[in-house]
């Protein structure tokens, strides 16, 4: 009958196409890592090189370009707070990742840098709106302006003054925003 030949000739051209994708889901499986995790690293990796850019502005090394800057401080913003939390939920250790399994136990803590990182972010973003011709002495850090610890500094609390502080200094305070959750959260060596 002529239906069946065709049945038959579609499931003959049909059967190594199957092999094929099984094939290749079965290899995607072993080599890469969890999709979440290469998430977690692209978007890392794209607020290191956004940071990069902000930096070399203030630097003078690059021109100040206010839409760069805007669009630099964005991709951080958006990756930040409840975005950067979502993506480590779950179980956070896993095979390629180098999420440290403290994440899990000081869950709050992670969410609150997550969180300081998107208004630091934020408050670099209002500030290239606010300067769209150049980076003038309003942006920049004042000498009374208090970096870090130390027992006698000042606290900042993020949510209270970042939009308020000069953006070279929000911008110090959002990377020291990336480097203390490293330090607690990221491990070194797998
Ligand atoms: C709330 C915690 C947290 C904040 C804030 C944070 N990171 Fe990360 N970062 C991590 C963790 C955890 C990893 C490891 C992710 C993994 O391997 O699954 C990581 C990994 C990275 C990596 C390596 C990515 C790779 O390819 O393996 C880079 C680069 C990076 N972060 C840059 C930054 C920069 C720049 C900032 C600030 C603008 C920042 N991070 C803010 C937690 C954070």
Redesign the pocket.
Known sequence: MRVNTSVTKLAVLMLPIAAFAAAISAATAQTEPPSN?TQ??HG??A??DA?KRINAMFKGSTPYDARTFKAASEI?RSQSGAA?SAL?DGPVTMAG???SAS?ETDRQQ?DK??AD?GIYASALSVAADRNPDTLGPGMRMQTGDVMGGGPLAKKVGATRDAASMPAEHAFHL??Q??TS??AK??IETK
Do not use: D, E
């Open positions: 995790v977690r690293q890392m990796k607020m290191a940071a951080i950067l480590f990742s180098k999420a994440i992670f840098l997550a990182l959002m990377l925003t990336c959750c490293h959260f990221r």
